[in-house]
């Protein structure tokens, strides 16, 4: 019985390094698909010298280190040398992605609160006693309870973390990998162009930079588009275990009429809070276009093409809302 305990958390160890390093090693099987395969550089050759048993074995310094165990610690080196990579790559990864989110955030244009509907937020919005507040005060709100609800540690908890991660981890670890390795790739051509590795595959330098950057960038769009929406799932996530916990039982027993109202002040915050995220987005476009075509606007007809150029987007953008406030005027 105790082998088979064994075994199994055996495996549930190597399932465990497993679900942490996956994207990590999808990652370099993509970098060796990118570098090898669609850019077609040429693999390295190792000059690896010949190497004699038997003179090797007659060596007085391997009898020595044989006799003293010392020549068993050098099969720990390969495992050692990977530590220390996956460390090196584990940090830088992450330092380039903190500089990415420095340079580059999320964008706060986007409405973050589009996954959300009024039933959803109706338990949270009835734990305020006044009836004036708007969607930063549920969320100070919802910051308030997670720490009640996180000290509990239900399976929803769990759960709403495990969601977070899913959303936002690989996505970071791919992102951090790829800026490491365009990082590296470019230092290699930089600091040792005179390696005859480097000058025969010369040409192989600027489509390497363009996939990774593309890749890169792919996977920054991911995470901002992640962290975008953690405040949604948080809110999400409070109304739910606010409803569910026998303590606020009291809080939401409220009259039809206050819950009408409650209701009604939520669907005018959303709608507001899209309005905004239209508008903004409309306004930041058509400066983009009026910037990008101001020169033509003082040639005559050819001004007027930036004001073409900008309908179709503002007609999109306001479409979608009108859906958006149709929605919420039938939940």
Same mark, same amino acid.
């Given at each position: 019985m105790s082998t088979l305990s064994d075994v199994q958390a055996l495996y549930g160890s190597v399932q465990d390094t497993w679900t942490k390093s996956r994207a990590h090693v999808i990652a370099h099987l993509v970098l060796a698909g990118v570098v090898f395969g669609i850019c077609g550089a040429t693999i390295p050759e190792l000059a690896v010298p010949a190497i004699d048993p038997k003179q090797v074995s007659d060596n007085g310094w391997f009898k020595l280190a044989k006799d003293t165990g010392i020549v068993y610690v050098f099969f720990v080196v390969p495992l050692l040398l990977l530590a220390a990579y996956a460390a090196l790559l584990r940090a830088g990864g992450q330092l380039f992605v903190f500089m990415t989110m420095v340079v580059l955030p999320p964008s706060p244009r986007e409405n973050r609160h589009r996954l959300l509907t009024p +039933?959803? =937020?109706? +338990?949270?919005? =009835?734990?305020?006693?006044?009836?004036?507040?708007?969607?930063?005060?549920?969320?100070?709100?919802? #910051? !308030? =309870? &997670? =720490?009640?609800?996180?000290?509990?540690?239900s399976g929803q908890w769990e759960s709403f973390q495990e969601t977070i991660n899913k959303l936002t981890k690989n996505a970071q670890v791919y992102l951090g990998d790829f800026l490491f390795f365009l990082f590296v790739w470019v230092a290699l051509f930089k600091l040792l162009p005179q390696t005859s590795w480097v000058q025969t595959n010369e040409g192989c330098f600027w489509p390497v930079v363009l996939v990774l950057s593309v890749l890169a960038w792919f996977a920054w769009f991911r995470v901002s588009r992640a962290i975008a929406i953690v405040p949604s799932l948080l809110l999400m996530y409070v109304s739910m275990e606010i409803r569910a916990d026998p303590d606020m039982k009291i809080t939401l027993d409220?009259? !039809?009429?206050?819950?009408? #109202?409650? $209701?009604?002040?939520?669907?005018?915050?959303?709608?507001?809070?899209? !309005?905004?995220? &239209? #508008?903004?987005?409309?306004? $930041?476009?058509?400066?983009?276009?009026?910037?990008?075509?101001?020169? !033509?606007?003082?040639?005559?007809?050819? /001004?007027?093409? /930036?004001?073409?150029?900008?309908? +179709?987007?503002?007609?999109?953008?306001?479409?979608?809302?009108?859906?958006?406030?149709?929605a919420l005027q039938h939940v």
């Open positions: +039933p959803t =937020l109706e +338990p949270l919005a =009835l734990t305020f006693e006044k009836s004036d507040f708007d969607l930063n005060d549920l969320q100070k709100k919802a #910051s !308030e =309870l &997670v =720490l009640k609800y996180q000290s509990r540690k409220v009259s !039809e009429e206050k819950r009408e #109202s409650v $209701t009604q002040k939520l669907e005018e915050l959303l709608v507001k809070q899209q !309005e905004r995220a &239209v #508008s903004r987005a409309v306004i $930041t476009w058509f400066h983009h276009v009026q910037s990008r075509f101001g020169q !033509e606007n003082t040639r005559g007809r050819r /001004g007027n093409a /930036g004001s073409w150029l900008a309908l +179709p987007f503002t007609l999109q953008k306001w479409s979608s809302f009108l859906m958006g406030q149709r």
